[in-house]
């Protein structure tokens, strides 16, 4: 009688990088953490960073408004909204390879496009299209979710070095493009700028990105790490970690509308103070090359507080620490507005760079720690739209009350407030418990394939 047949365990798939260096191993996790670093430098930051200082050559050379730029932006990032609610199971089933190589590849011939408009439907068509598709397909929301599948305790640390990409940005982008513009005019500028993403997202992204760790015969953070007595953070994420929430579920809980409310409020200023920040600095008698540099600062305090707030949030509640992110933030706004001098200016926009730097890291770290990390993006994408939309607000609001009044002063002021309240939200929103007919599971790694003669 024939013996029975063992059951057949899948083989992990190869990685194409090694996981071992001078003898000492490599969590290949890390190696998603550089990618995401880059691509997010070249999407996110460049997105961020690069506009405000197009917005006066533009203007000048077309005769457009300020306004007429905003809703250039605000109609890219309503777009957005809509685009995360496709990709966001995608990201969960398939993993971010695909998406950031065709995202990078539409992102570049966007940038290389806007280069070449002469109407305002044209520099719509694009920003609401090519670039906005490009973006949200290599943006924050894919990469932090990528990044999060590969670590549960370190994720604090991993989703900062990740969002150093944009303080990267900050701090090169505004000055390189300041020159760019000067030596080539702004035409050219945005060509080689589309070129560059080409160039160092698309090779690495195609070679590095893998979907999660247990795909390969891994586990997240390298390794299963004992929480140490006490570590209530921890507990609280195992605890979550292996909930599989449905878009129906996650939309019953307070906590999903909550942090919504909340993230809106705080990318309503964000967005609108990254676009209209160097034109403010320009209109107050600073030139072009000192408001760009002024700008850096975010950059600067970005590099060196995310790792911090990573830190933080591995410690604490991660409400507690969006809390203080927003106190800092409306802060930051107060002491620009106040600001006398050019070093008054820089220690301003320096302050209110930390807060910044705390806006992806503990935002992302804030919904894994809420709803886990298998259906991370299926979550995410439900309250894209809604805080994509309070955010495109702002941009608008930002050029209206200028186009008006003559001033941002009346904006600025608008965005102090919101920030105050978003503290107040995130501060009251709890975590939400798994419904009685949510799926839980714990993933394991794919065992090893066997050694030949094993």
């Known amino acids: 009688m024939a013996a029975p047949a063992e059951p057949v365990t899948p083989r992990p798939d190869r990685l194409p990088l090694p996981t071992s260096l001078f003898g000492r191993p490599v969590f290949y996790g890390w190696y998603i953490v550089a990618l995401a670093l880059v691509a997010s430098m070249m999407s996110s930051g460049v997105q961020a960073y690069g506009l405000g200082v197009f917005v006066t050559p533009m203007t000048e050379e077309l005769g457009w408004s300020r306004t007429d730029i905003s809703l250039g932006q605000t109609l890219s990032t309503a777009v957005m909204g809509v685009i995360g609610l496709l990709i966001g199971g995608l990201i969960d089933r398939r993993g971010g390879r695909e998406l950031i190589v065709f995202g990078a590849v539409l992102s570049g011939l966007g940038y290389m496009v806007l280069g070449q408009v002469q109407e305002l439907w044209q520099y719509y068509a694009v920003k609401a299209g090519l670039l906005t598709l490009g973006m949200a397909m290599m943006g924050s929301m894919v990469l932090n979710v990528a990044v999060s599948n590969w670590f549960i305790r370190y994720r604090g640390r991993a989703i900062a070095i990740t969002a150093m990409g944009n303080s990267v940005a900050a701090m090169i982008l505004p000055t390189l493009a300041a020159r760019l513009i000067d030596g080539f005019g702004w035409r050219t500028a945005w060509v080689l700028i589309g070129a560059s993403i080409w160039v160092l997202v698309i090779p690495p992204a195609w070679l590095i990105m893998r979907r999660r760790p247990e795909d390969h015969g891994l586990e997240p953070d390298g390794g299963r790490v004992e929480a140490r007595p006490g570590d209530a953070r921890a507990v609280q994420r195992a605890a979550v970690d292996g909930v599989r929430w449905t878009r129906r579920q996650a939309m019953r809980t307070p906590a999903l509308w909550l942090l919504i409310a909340t993230f809106g409020l705080g990318g309503m200023g964000f967005s609108a103070m990254l676009l209209h920040l160097i034109p403010y600095l320009t209109d107050a008698g600073y030139s072009r090359g000192q408001a760009a540099a002024a700008f850096s600062m ?8 995310k790792p911090i707030w990573g830190l933080i949030v591995e410690r604490v509640a991660a409400r507690f620490a969006a809390a203080a992110e927003f106190f800092i933030l409306g802060i930051g706004v107060i002491l620009i507005l106040n600001a006398g001098s050019l070093p008054m200016m820089y220690a301003a926009i320096l302050v209110f760079g930390v807060g910044i730097g705390g806006v992806i890291t503990v935002q992302e ?12 993006g299926t979550v ?5 739209p809604f805080t994509i939309v309070s955010s495109a607000g702002g941009p608008v ?22 920030y105050v309240f978003a503290a107040v939200l995130i501060l009251l929103t709890p975590t939400p418990r798994p419904p009685v007919d949510a799926t839980i599971e714990e993933i394991r790694p794919i065992a090893p394939a066997a050694a030949p003669g094993g």
């Open 298 to 305: 975010i950059g600067v305090a970005g590099l060196i507080s």
């Open 365 to 376: 770290v804030v919904w894994a720690d809420y709803y886990g990390r298998l259906t991370l």
């Open 380 to 384: 995410r994408s439900i309250g894209r």
């Open 397 to 418: 609001f930002a050029g209206l009350a200028y186009d008006i009044g003559g001033s941002y002063d009346l904006a600025f002021i608008s965005f102090i407030v919101a």
